[in-house]
């Protein structure tokens, strides 16, 4: 959430980085500082208000023990009347204080000045790439067809006890699943990370502290009996860990790393692009998270770029990183890279990976706060990533590695998987 004084200090320069995204409404920048104004104004005259109330306390006291009765009877009188004045006032307040967080949570993040204008995700620019794309011989087939021959996944099964999208793993594609999740988990606790078994569901606090209310309420699962969603990434229960804390200097940075199955309705995704594990409800992910002061965040993020990217190095496949354009962002990002992997058989790149720096957003959502130097209260900002997201990198792995023998893993999974290849 941007804070009001952001907006003040100058809305034309905050319109226009809202207008990279292609933000639909910059009047409401213009609404949310006359709320701001209002709930000064109201705050003014409950203040007085109150200075008055608590004055004539003070002299009905000094009446009393003078013995001055009939006086002190008629200060009450006034007290009472300024009270339902006050309680009046209290309630303006209110209001205009509920008003102000409603607007403001319907406002993204503003982007970093290192995001490219565009629309869509034709407008992303490719950072690097890396790896070689490899060659498929004669009768290379897509991942889908692969999990049916090696019988790794049963789509049918998962429909029937759930419903479409969502994957019943058996036999070897389960073990390749485990293998995925604790080469990645210690890959990253290796690097520094702390690891967290998070809930996998989150109540509306937490979802609001992260960005995903009001901006995805309809794509997540809720629990309406319980108000409590499932959750869409393990950033959301593991950033809220943080939620209302004050945290001192010597804790930071503070790095998290959790794996969970994340639960996305994904509405309206249908044709050839969401077949086999293209696109489902319900997949594993590790994510990585960092809490960090603000002025090292941007470093943070190249550093956790980075890491994300030696990953997929060491999973030997062809890649391109992607700095997000304005209209392809998060509502929270302040700057995004994505990363893709190269399908061969499908000849086209599967997103794999965001890497987001969310500056100060979420924070101040969370009132996720440290003390700096000086004594002063500060914002810190966070910032996550995928580290990685399993469904495409498990297609992309099938896909990129089948051969007459079998299925060739990269030699890191080796030990995990207990094999070199699937046969």
Request: aromatic fraction near 8%; include cysteine; proline fraction near 4%.
């Amino acid at each position: 959430m941007l804070q009001v004084q952001v907006l003040r200090n100058d809305p034309g320069a905050v319109k226009r980085k809202l207008a990279i995204r292609n933000f639909k409404q910059p009047g409401l920048v213009d609404d949310i500082i006359g709320i701001d104004d209002q709930r000064k104004k109201s705050q003014a005259a409950f203040d007085e208000a109150q200075a008055k109330v608590n004055e004539l306390s003070r002299h009905i006291g000094s009446l009393m023990k003078e013995g001055a009765k009939a006086a002190a009877e008629e200060k009450k009188n006034q007290v009472a009347a300024l009270k339902e004045q006050v309680a009046s006032l209290a309630a303006d307040v209110k209001r205009a204080e509920d008003s102000l967080r409603e607007n403001l949570l319907l406002l993204p993040n503003l982007p970093s000045d290192q995001v490219p204008a565009g629309k869509s995700a034709e407008d992303n620019v490719v950072v690097r790439e890396g790896g070689i794309k490899p060659v498929l011989g004669e009768g290379a087939v897509p991942h889908w067809d692969l999990i049916r021959q090696y019988g790794l996944v049963d789509f049918e099964t998962g429909a029937k006890i759930t419903g479409s999208g969502f994957p019943l793993y058996k036999g070897k594609g389960a073990r390749l699943q485990r293998a995925l999740v604790q080469y990645f988990l210690d890959y990253n606790t290796a690097a520094g990370y702390t690891e967290y078994i998070p809930p996998f569901m989150v109540n509306e606090a937490s979802a609001y502290g992260t960005g995903q209310l009001p901006d995805k309420e309809g794509q997540m699962y809720h629990v309406t009996e319980d108000g409590l969603f499932l959750i869409p990434t393990a950033e959301v229960p593991v950033t809220n860990i943080y939620r209302d804390t004050i945290l001192k200097e010597e804790e930071l940075p503070v790095r998290m790393t959790a794996y969970s199955p994340c639960f996305r309705r994904e509405a309206g995704s249908f044709g050839k692009d969401v077949r086999g594990l293209n696109r489902v409800h319900q997949f594993e992910k590790v994510e990585i998270i960092q809490i960090v002061r603000p002025e090292s965040s941007y470093d943070v993020l190249e550093e956790m770029v980075a890491h994300v990217e030696r990953l997929v190095q060491a999973l030997e496949l062809p890649y391109r990183i992607l700095r997000l354009c304005g209209g392809d962002m998060g509502f929270t990002s302040a700057l995004t890279y994505d990363f893709e992997v190269y399908s061969a058989a499908q000849e086209k790149w599967l997103e794999i990976s965001s890497v987001s720096n969310f500056e100060g957003f979420q924070a101040n959502r969370l009132k996720c706060r440290y003390k700096d130097a000086t004594g002063k209260m500060q914002f810190l900002h966070t910032l996550n990533g995928s580290s990685l997201a399993l469904p495409r990198i498990y297609a992309a792995l099938l896909e990129n590695n089948q051969s007459a023998d079998g299925i060739r893993l990269p030699g890191v999974l080796h030990r995990y998987f207990g094999e070199d290849r699937i046969n």
